[in-house]
């Protein structure tokens, strides 16, 4: 018996998933200190999580400027 799908990997899974994360992921605490432990395990200037849907935005972002989150990713 083999598992069910998991949502990302079902056509339209993967943008059902992002829709359902876009509300609650931009500007989450979480996804917030993750992106500043990235940057400083990383010894970078800056570090962003994007989510990738039918635009990529920034959801998280450490060492950014001003209005960067909710921005799209280039």
């Not at 992002?18 to 970078?44: D, F, K, N, W, Y």
């Amino acid at each position: 018996m083999s598992a069910a799908p998991s949502p990302a990997t079902v056509p339209d899974g993967r943008m059902a998933a992002v829709r359902r994360l876009q509300s609650t992921a931009l500007g989450s605490e979480s996804l917030q200190r993750l992106t500043g432990i990235a940057m400083r395990l990383l010894r970078a200037d800056a570090t962003v999580v994007c989510l990738v849907g039918d635009v990529t935005t920034v959801a998280a972002a450490t060492g950014m400027p001003a209005g960067t989150l909710g921005g799209r990713c280039r």
